[in-house]
């Protein structure tokens, strides 16, 4: 007795010193300089709250060192993702009473013009980076067509434009990154081999602080705008790819036609300051949106939502570029205005009116062809079903990358097709949670979307965009999608050894989540698993075989 008594003695006091510790370790969290407090971030469209964790705002490199080397202390994980986030899902959330690393105050930038490089902290836009060369007469001039995505952002998660000339994404532009590793230690990097690693890194290698990236001079662009039949899409669409500097496509297959957006260079001295404004919707045009997206959720012809993608059609089809707030027929200016835009200062972004959700995936463009066969036939199985099939906001949205050699960049190793299927959520139908909207609803199309995305997957072995879809696409990928996978993951047991970069994001990814924590009731309509059986759907819905690729299941009726 006297024994077992020393033991339960000895025990206690074990656990009284572990818990002084534990105090200890919170008081010295809450008392560093960039603690900001315990929140639950949220992304642009107010769609996915983060769980809540303790999030701090370091200014530096310094200060994010120390926010490492606290939760080392703690035993939390981190995981670094800014307010307001551009993506989805929730691969920038820190896990439930973890910690949130944002990168608001890493906003630095210094050029140095004779070498043509730029260092950028984690925190500036492309925007902001590109107003800063401007005034040198330099800019990156192929990036993105979101002017507001963070640097940080852009290479957590290999955010891309459209071009086969030269570089379609940020991280094709790395030269060097300082990073906080897994040990809190500073580490300025710029051997290929690592930076093939950290320029597409998801966030679990470290704390991005900044990047320096090749620039070149500023130049100049011509846009013009391209229509017509889909009846030979693939054709036409790689034709203008090849021929031409840069190119995005909006295909419309419930309508049968497409609209392309082509530039190309011209000399700088070419008359012409206009800049993309395809964000600067009118007000009337955004009511009218916002009334006619919810009917068209009650209209199972498909006839409202296909009357919306010909409305859709027309913009594309017509010009949204402008100088001095007049439309140009003809559009010239500086490539980073005209190939990215930014949302209207005097009026509301449009996914702030009716919430977008994207499906992102990506293929070798030698199969292009193929996958528009597919998909053909997944619309042309529902048109004859439930009515047609139509995506009012891009259509399915189409960009064109040279091969990229790192690891887990969505066009590593082979020329490839980005390919978006934009869909919207019911307005009508959200519900609010401390003041901010949280989806309640089944996407419109959102059985056709998910049979697309499946079939993509398992027909074609495409690769999910690391910033879009729904959890689903993102569910033990790895070796199949990514012939570079293993040395990513090199990468991550040398950065961070001991795994304090990680949250419920990579665990799905790297397989380690459970099936209880994945398949719950209407899994397969919020997005989080692809059916299995009928619980995972609801209102009605059944979970059944795809009727245009009857390989995978759907929750439709």
Not at 199 to 221: C, H, M, Q, S
Not at 228 to 251: C, H, I, M, P, T
Not at 356 to 366: D, K, L, T, V
Request: charged fraction near 20%; charge should be neutral; proline fraction near 3%.
């Amino acid at each position: 007795m006297k024994g077992l008594a020393l033991k339960i003695t000895s025990l206690l006091l074990t656990c009284v010193l572990l818990a002084v510790a534990a105090c200890k370790s919170v008081e010295q969290s809450e008392a560093l300089s960039s603690y900001v407090g315990t929140e639950r971030i949220k992304n642009y469209q107010n769609t996915n709250t983060c769980p809540a964790s303790d999030v701090y705002a370091p200014r530096t490199a310094g200060e994010a060192a120390e926010v490492v080397a606290s939760a080392i202390a703690s035993g939390k994980t981190i995981m670094t993702g800014t307010r307001g986030f551009k993506s989805q899902i929730d691969a920038a959330c820190a896990s439930e009473g973890q910690i949130q690393v944002t990168t608001e105050n890493l906003k630095a930038v210094s050029i140095d013009v004779d070498s043509l490089t730029a260092k950028a902290g984690a925190g500036v836009t492309l925007a902001d980076l590109n107003e800063s060369l401007t005034k040198v007469g330099l800019s990156i001039n192929m990036i993105s067509e979101g002017g507001f995505f963070s640097v940080g952002g852009m290479l957590g998660s290999g955010t891309h434009g459209s071009t086969l000339r030269q570089g379609a994404s940020l991280e094709e532009y790395v030269t060097a990154v300082t990073i906080i590793d897994g040990k809190g230690e500073i580490k300025e990097i710029d051997n290929a081999e690592d930076l093939k690693s950290l320029r597409v890194n998801l966030g679990v290698l470290g704390i991005l602080v900044d990047a320096t990236f090749k620039v070149e001079p500023l130049k100049k662009v011509k846009a013009t705008l391209v229509n017509g039949s889909d009846a030979n899409f693939a054709e036409d669409v790689l034709k203008l790819a090849r021929e031409n500097y840069s190119v995005s496509a909006s295909w419309f297959p419930g309508i049968s036609k497409y609209a392309a957006t082509v530039y190309n260079f011209v000399p700088n001295d070419t008359p012409g300051d206009a800049l993309n404004a395809q964000a600067h919707i009118t007000e009337p045009l955004l009511n009218a949106y916002r009334v006619m997206l919810p009917i068209a959720y009650g209209d199972r012809t498909g006839g409202i939502s296909c009357g919306l993608s010909n409305t859709r059609f027309g913009l594309r089809s017509n010009t949204f570029f402008t100088e001095n707030g007049k439309k140009q027929d003809n559009p010239v200016g500086w490539s980073h205005k005209m190939q990215y835009f930014t949302c209207n200062k005097d009026g509301p972004c449009p996914w702030e009116i009716f919430p977008i959700y994207i499906g992102g995936i990506s293929i070798p463009s030698s199969e292009l062809s193929n996958w528009i066969v597919e998909a053909k036939k997944i619309h042309q199985a529902y048109h004859k079903f439930l009515g047609k099939v139509c995506f009012p906001l891009n259509g399915i949205y189409f960009r064109f990358a040279q091969a990229s050699d790192a690891h887990i960049a969505l066009n590593e190793g082979k020329e490839t097709v980005f390919i978006d299927v934009e869909y919207s959520l019911n307005p009508w139908n959200l519900k609010t949670e401390d003041g901010v909207h949280q989806v309640n609803a089944v996407a419109q199309n959102y059985h056709v979307y998910q049979e697309l995305v499946q079939m993509s997957l398992r027909k074609f072995n495409a690769r999910p965009h690391w910033g879009k879809n729904t959890e689903t696409a993102f569910l033990n990928i790895g070796k199949d999608q990514f012939n570079k996978w293993d040395k990513f993951l090199a990468s991550k047991s040398k950065f961070d050894p001991d795994n304090i970069f990680t949250n419920d994001f990579w665990k799905r990814v790297e397989g380690t989540s459970k099936d209880k924590e994945i398949l719950t009731d209407e899994c397969g309509i919020k997005g989080t698993c692809f059916c299995e059986n009928d619980s995972h759907c609801k209102n009605g819905l059944k979970c059944q075989d795809g009727l245009g690729f009857p390989e995978i299941k759907v929750c439709r009726l």
